[in-house]
């Protein structure tokens, strides 16, 4: 059974970063892409980025790109999200989430992904 607990959210001020973690056990980490997603009130759930199960393939959200970077470091089965710049519009509740497929890349689709983490809450204050 896949466990994926995020961590890192909180209150930031408009300009400033917050690192978002995300741990995950009950699986080979290393063999499946991983991604975040977030879901703002009242607002469908939105794609934020994805990475590949070796790290070298990330995509990116239109709203997020150039300011976020995600990443993973497989020997320790824990993905991040680095949240630069950050604006109002990125309050969210922000979630994991691992892939499929063993090795098959997500460029952001929801259903590339069958395991969910509970959320983290990221407010960003004007």
């Known amino acids: 059974q896949v466990e994926l607990v995020e961590s890192g959210g909180g209150l930031v001020q408009a300009g400033g970063s917050l690192r978002l973690s995300c741990a995950c056990s009950?699986?080979?980490?290393?063999?499946?892409?991983m991604g975040w997603f977030r879901q703002a009130p009242g607002k469908e759930r939105e794609f934020v980025a994805t990475?590949?199960?070796?790290?070298?393939?990330?995509y990116y959200g239109d709203s997020v790109k150039g300011r976020f970077t995600i990443s993973r470091d497989n020997a320790k089965n824990t993905m991040y999200l680095q949240m630069n710049s950050l604006k109002p519009e990125d309050t969210a509740v922000y979630y994991c989430?691992?892939?499929?497929?063993?090795?098959?890349?997500?460029?952001?689709?929801?259903?590339?992904?069958?395991?969910w983490g509970q959320g983290t809450q990221v407010t960003v204050s004007s």
């Open positions: 009950g699986r080979t980490f290393s063999r499946y892409a």
């Open positions: 989430a691992s892939g499929r497929l063993p090795y098959a890349i997500s460029k952001g689709s929801a259903t590339d992904f069958d395991s």
């Open positions: 990475i590949s199960s070796s790290g070298g393939v990330t």
